[in-house]
């Protein structure tokens, strides 16, 4: 897809932010906003199409579609590329919504049985007599590229041929998650969903840690200086992680249940292997300052952790040497839809796609390292479950609770709009306000800059984007 930096610029939208602590809610079910997002904002945007240990071998491929559009990412002997998936004679899509490998068949168009190989050259027409030569031009039989880029474990797809590179786009916030060994990540499990309500709803329910004390109470009361001192008005606490009425063990005794629950709700977020190291060092000799005896419990985690997991041949980073070079944010955003929750080693990882302005589909990986070599399989399919199953990890199945109840709500009598803290939901406020300038046709460096400022953004402050 070609576009100029002005194209559209200056366009009237529906329901534009005008105050950024008010968002309307009709942006959340309007069928023209949300017309407009699938024609200006999904075609100029960098989405993640799959996980690249899905396609290891030469000719692997996976389709990837959302909003109407359909790529086929392709492994090849020259690495990852990507092509629109429609047969240049009909139009017929050249695979299904799954995965496979055409190094010896090729991609095969079902109708009439064209043939391009995984460099999207066309290799069969059958009956090619019958056609005028001009319509058999090599170069325009070949399948249209579709651009790629590789970040992170994953292929990322753009349908703009002019937008900056994905690096460019997302801008430090990669070189901190590279720190963090997220290219060494593979995945042990892939659930999705289908959530009724607007993909921003879906998103945005992880936009801020706000929502812990009442959505996940059990981390609320396994921790709660943690997150009164962030959220509430319990400022008593030593220290953001201190309860000043327990023990130096009983602290540490709570942290590790915290842990224990983060690591029961939502598995690659704190890995049963992590926590099993956490548990070794539950009684080592600690100062008696409840602080400064958790500051250096952690640090020696962090020290532990990385030095057991190295020594079972797992590539993982020095865990106190990146807190400091390259701190994260436990949740990072990549606009528009792929974010990744961090702790020690292990991640997970969530991609939302609109189904409809009131449905999306909801994807959760959980990733974490193995030793070269040891690498399992990787699931080729989600195990998609009802959002209501009890099969989802806890913390999850908690935010599904909620997020259709919302969806709901933004449709009640008299309810205008979200009324945002300035200081802790501002994500959800840069997000919309971004998506305002890809709707408004805004200066391609423009967005990038507000883009670039969302890394770290997490329960941040409402920013000036200057779009």
Avoid at 25 to 50: I, K
Avoid at 80 to 89: G, I, S
Avoid at 149 to 167: H, K, T, V, Y
Wanted: charged share 25%; hydrophobic share 40%; aromatic share 10%.
């Amino acid at each position: 897809m070609k576009s100029t930096a002005d194209e559209g610029a200056g366009l009237n939208i529906p329901y534009k932010i005008t105050d950024p602590q008010r968002i309307p809610a009709q942006r959340y079910y309007d069928e023209a906003f949300y017309r407009l997002e699938c024609e200006r904002l999904w075609p100029r945007v960098w989405q993640m199409a799959c996980r690249l240990e899905l396609i290891p071998n030469v000719g692997d491929w996976v389709e990837y579609h959302n909003v109407g559009k359909s790529v086929i990412v392709v492994r090849t002997a020259q690495g990852v590329k990507a092509f629109h998936n429609a047969c240049r004679h009909r139009g017929v899509p050249l695979v299904g919504e799954s995965h496979g490998n055409c190094r010896r068949d090729g991609l095969v168009c079902p109708f009439h049985g064209w043939r391009w190989n995984m460099d999207g050259e066309n290799t069969f027409v059958y009956g090619r007599h019958m056609f005028s030569e001009e319509l058999l031009d090599e170069r325009d039989l070949a399948l249209p590229a579709c651009r790629v880029e590789l970040w992170g474990g994953c292929a990322f797809i753009n349908f703009d041929d002019e937008a900056p590179s994905f690096r460019e786009c997302i801008g430090p916030v990669a070189g901190r998650l590279e720190a963090h060994g997220v290219e060494k990540l593979r995945s042990e499990w892939w659930y999705a969903t289908v959530l009724p309500a607007n993909w921003k709803t879906a998103m945005e329910a992880f936009h801020e840690g706000y929502h812990v004390m009442r959505t996940h109470p059990q981390l609320q009361r396994a921790a709660p200086p943690l997150y009164n001192t962030r959220y509430g008005m319990d400022t008593g606490g030593i220290g953001a992680t201190v309860n000043p009425n327990l023990s130096v063990r009983e602290n540490i005794q709570a942290q590790l249940r915290h842990f224990e629950l983060l690591s029961d709700g939502m598995a690659g977020l704190v890995h049963a292997k992590e926590l099993d190291i956490m548990r070794q060092l539950a009684d080592i000799e600690l100062p008696d300052n409840p602080e400064e005896a958790l500051r250096m419990w952690f640090g020696v985690v962090q020290g532990e952790i990385t030095r057991q997991l190295r020594e079972r041949g797992e590539p993982v980073p020095d865990l106190n040497a990146v807190a400091v070079s390259d701190p994260v944010e436990a949740v990072e955003f990549l606009f528009p839809h792929y974010f990744i929750l961090t702790a020690f080693t292990s991640m997970s990882s969530y991609r939302i796609r609109p189904l409809g302005p009131e449905s999306c589909l909801f994807e959760i990986w959980s990733l974490t390292a193995f030793p070269e070599g040891e690498e399992p399989g990787p699931p080729m399919e989600p195990v998609v479950l009802p959002y209501d199953s009890d099969e989802f990890p806890q913390i999850p199945r908690q935010d599904y609770a909620n997020i259709p109840m919302q969806q709901k709500g933004l449709h009640a009598q008299g309810f205008d709009f979200m009324r945002l803290s300035r200081d802790v939901e501002g994500l959800i406020s840069n997000y919309q306000r971004l998506i305002d300038g890809y709707l408004c046709g805004v200066e391609r460096d423009k967005l990038t800059r507000a883009n670039q400022a969302l890394g770290g953004n997490f329960d941040g402050k409402i920013l000036d984007l200057d779009l």
